[in-house]
């Protein structure tokens, strides 16, 4: 999910287009070795572009913080901003551009029989995290 806030689009403009992102300043989110790109989809082949680095940072907190700050836009998982483009503190953009959703796994090993509390932690869980999903 690409989003800003509703002051930095007022200052610099919404973009309509994955394009007008090479005009707009970004946060980064460099939590992993290599970041992955930010892609995009309509009627086409994916492509990726990226706003210019304003800030890059090494948590997503940080990221939707910048954010809030006006900064600039960021790309974060939906779930990781629920709450921000609820109350409109965050705006989302290129909505229609937007890659398929990724899926969520919960993952364990797996050797014979599952463990109760592993068992319970699953049930527990997965209907709330399915919820927390859609509600998205």
Known sequence: MICASPVY?????????PEDLKDHD?????????APEWRYRKDSPALAVEPRTRLAVNSTEAAVDAALAGLGIIRVLSYQVVDELRSGNLQSILEEFAPEPMPVSLVYPHA?????KTRAFLNWTTPRLRARLQAI
């Open 9 to 17: 689009l007022a200052r610099c403009g919404t973009p309509r287009r």
């Open 26 to 34: 970004g946060i980064t989110f460099r939590g992993f070795p290599i």
């Open 112 to 116: 014979g029989l599952l463990p109760l």
